[in-house]
């Protein structure tokens, strides 16, 4: 679905943050206790808010264990425990850099990044959660890949572009450009522009300068999903989609153009 070549162009800083913050979880904001073995022997064991770890262990046998008590020893501040053996690290980043191949979408390989974590489950272990639903980047949308395509593929025309728009109050909080090829893989992403495109006043204003900008640079629009930052929270954690839409109303609008 997202193109191999994907074009990143025109992002403005301030609304791919945004953007970012609503839909993915970084691990890399989370308060994480890391603890590397080499052969079972801990090298480190750290917390990344620099206080001292309580209970650390000096050897490791069992990962799984070992990850979980950490946990309950230090849940008041920590988000999740990692303990990895360094060799099986090494390899499973050595592993993915090489399965990468140029004709391939982009989402196929990381997706790939992410699943071949299980191939190490008892080297590389998270608590709470297993490590491929913990590390990295995670979407925080409510809904699966699966649900997310085809979605795609009942909403989206091939060759046109989706317009995204979530609001705080009077200003566009962000905003994303997608443009589909005519095998509905994103081939181009972007956002409002604040220097080319007026982001301040009414929703309906504000879109329809945003809908412009967009048929100006990628081609034609074919469906804008508007929201107040509020409904875009309570639509994205909410299971079901079809009901958070029915009650959100206006504060939620997805139109064809």
Same mark, same amino acid.
């Given at each position: 679905?997202?193109?191999?070549?994907?074009?990143?162009?025109?992002?403005?800083?301030?609304?791919?943050?945004?953007?970012?913050?609503?839909?993915?979880?970084?691990?890399?904001?989370?308060?994480?206790?890391?603890?590397?073995?080499?052969?079972?022997?801990?090298?480190?064991?750290?917390? @990344?808010?620099?206080?001292?770890? *309580?209970?650390?262990?000096?050897?490791?046998?069992?990962?799984?264990?070992? *990850?979980?008590?950490?946990?309950?020893?230090?849940?008041?501040?920590?988000?999740?425990?990692?303990?990895?053996?360094?060799? *099986?690290?090494?390899?499973?980043?050595?592993?993915?850099?090489?399965?990468?191949?140029?004709?391939?979408?982009?989402?196929?390989?990381?997706?790939?990044?992410?699943?071949?974590?299980?191939?190490?489950?008892?080297?590389?272990?998270?608590?709470?959660?297993?490590?491929?639903?913990?590390?990295?980047?995670?979407?925080?949308?409510?809904?699966?890949?699966?649900?997310?395509?085809?979605?795609?593929? *009942?909403?989206?025309?091939? &060759?046109? @572009?989706?317009? +995204?728009?979530?609001?705080?109050?009077?200003?566009?909080?962000?905003?994303?450009?997608?443009?589909?090829?005519?095998?509905?893989?994103?081939?181009?992403? &972007?956002?409002?522009?604040?220097?080319?495109?007026?982001?301040?006043?009414?929703?309906?204003?504000?879109?329809?300068?945003?809908?412009?900008?967009?048929?100006?640079?990628?081609?034609?629009? &074919?469906?804008?999903?508007?929201?107040?930052?509020?409904?875009?929270?309570?639509?994205?954690?909410?299971?079901?989609? &079809?009901?958070?839409?029915?009650? +959100?109303?206006?504060?939620?609008?997805?139109?064809?153009?």
């Amino acid at each position: 679905m997202l193109h191999g070549d994907v074009l990143m162009a025109d992002l403005d800083v301030d609304q791919w943050r945004n953007a970012q913050n609503l839909i993915l979880k970084s691990a890399k904001e989370a308060r994480r206790l890391i603890v590397m073995l080499e052969k079972g022997e801990v090298v480190k064991c750290r917390h @990344t808010t620099g206080r001292a770890v *309580a209970n650390p262990p000096s050897r490791i046998e069992d990962l799984s264990s070992a *990850a979980k008590a950490l946990y309950e020893a230090n849940k008041d501040d920590t988000d999740f425990v990692l303990v990895m053996e360094r060799d *099986a690290a090494d390899e499973y980043f050595a592993n993915f850099q090489n399965s990468w191949q140029a004709d391939e979408d982009l989402d196929v390989y990381v997706r790939r990044t992410y699943a071949s974590l299980d191939e190490h489950a008892d080297t590389i272990v998270t608590y709470p959660g297993p490590a491929r639903e913990t590390l990295g980047l995670q979407w925080q949308v409510g809904a699966s890949y699966e649900d997310i395509e085809a979605a795609v593929r *009942a909403l989206v025309d091939p &060759g046109s @572009t989706v317009v +995204l728009a979530v609001h705080d109050g009077e200003k566009l909080w962000t905003s994303l450009i997608l443009s589909f090829d005519a095998d509905l893989k994103v081939v181009s992403i &972007g956002t409002a522009d604040p220097s080319l495109v007026e982001i301040v006043g009414s929703r309906t204003d504000v879109v329809e300068r945003l809908v412009r900008f967009a048929d100006a640079r990628e081609g034609k629009v &074919g469906l804008v999903a508007d929201a107040t930052l509020d409904a875009a929270k309570e639509f994205l954690s909410a299971p079901d989609k &079809g009901a958070a839409r029915a009650r +959100l109303g206006d504060s939620f609008m997805v139109s064809e153009r």
